[in-house]
């Protein structure tokens, strides 16, 4: 079964750029016509997705977030990446990576474990 | 954007009660609604999609209506291990939003 793993930073400074990869177990990110996404949650507070990309590379992002965002595939490693611009203290909070099958349920399953980003000087 | 409004925001219940929550849109969404349980320091876990699908795995307990504007996820009897908290999402166009979520608790 396909599995998902966040992974990056913990730690990021106001201003820099927050840089997170998603890797992918069981299934090959190419293939399957998918949609790889991120998504994130502040601590204690809800969900809020930020953009995905299609096994084409094609991509679609949150319009809030879509001048600072951007995802990527790197298929040779089985993995996509986040890189979110110009951060404040607004944008810490736990990142998910999540695919969306359109061939099954066309919502978001599986979801990586999560990782805590932190932005702090 | 679609806003989705749950509520009540918290519901208090014992294990063997049935639980209702809802789920509104601020514009129609079709069928195009799930529901996801979140249990303190896990990812969601799908519960429900297209409004009144259960996901594989998920217990006969849960289940799902609705369609436009209004949904509800029920729980018809509760277990200690459905005391968390659910959000639910839409995808009527390709900005998926999320309601704020309802946490049941045990009461």
């Known amino acids: 079964q396909v599995q998902l793993q966040e992974s990056g930073p913990g730690l990021v400074k106001p201003s820099q750029t927050l840089s997170l990869t998603c890797t992918v177990s069981g299934d090959s990110i190419s293939s399957g016509g998918y949609y790889w996404n991120w998504i994130r949650q502040p601590a204690g507070k809800g969900l809020e997705w930020i953009g995905r990309?299609?096994?084409?590379?094609?991509?679609n992002y949150n319009p809030s977030l879509k001048s600072r965002v951007t995802i990527s595939l790197d298929t040779s490693k089985n993995q996509f990446s986040l890189n979110l611009s110009s951060v404040t203290a607004a944008d810490t909070a736990v990142y998910y990576c999540?695919?969306?099958?359109?061939?099954?349920?066309?919502?978001?399953?599986?979801w990586g474990q999560g990782t805590l980003v932190t932005v702090s000087s | 954007e679609i806003v989705l409004t749950q509520s009540p925001a918290t519901l208090s219940l014992s294990p063997g009660e049935r639980a209702t929550l809802s789920c509104r849109a601020s514009?129609?969404?079709?069928?195009?609604l799930a529901w996801y349980q979140q249990k303190p320091g896990q990812a969601p876990r799908l519960l429900i999609y297209d409004a009144s699908n259960r996901a594989t795995g998920i217990p006969a307990r849960f289940s799902g209506s609705g369609s436009g504007t209004d949904f509800t996820l029920t729980i018809s009897s509760l277990e200690p291990e459905d005391f968390a908290v659910y959000y639910c999402q839409q995808r009527s166009n390709w900005v998926y939003t999320f309601g704020q979520g309802t946490k049941l608790e045990i009461k």
């Open positions: 990309i299609y096994t084409t590379g094609s991509t």
């Open positions: 999540a695919r969306i099958d359109p061939g099954r349920y066309n919502w978001f399953d599986p």
């Open positions: 514009q129609s969404v079709s069928s195009y």
